[in-house]
């Protein structure tokens, strides 16, 4: 019966190690696809960021662009009519200060 039992647990040791190749097997291979995986999520991710960073720039560029212009158009308005501007300028000074004081 001693025997016996030395045999089972001898079977039973070649399983556990054949087990334990087959996991580590198994860990390698999902180590490599997940790996694979996130490289390639990486790439796309990193491809989404630049289209959005260009985006970004052009509408900045754009939004740059229509301030300078209104500037010049306004800039251009005084140039014109400066006695006009200068009066709308203290009138809203006026207003503004009427509205923001202390002593009401």
Known sequence: ??????????????????????????????????SGRAEAMTEGLQGEIDKYQKL?????QKALDSGSDGIENISE????????????AFGAGYVISRIFRQDR
């Open 77 to 88: 308005r005084i140039r014109q009519n400066p006695l006009g501007s200068l009066l709308l």
């Open 56 to 60: 970004a720039a052009e509408k900045l």
């Open 1 to 34: 019966m001693t025997v016996k039992n030395e045999e089972n647990i001898d079977v039973l040791k070649e399983e556990i190690q054949a087990l334990r190749k087959q996991m580590e097997s198994l860990a390698k291979a999902v180590e490599k696809n997940a």
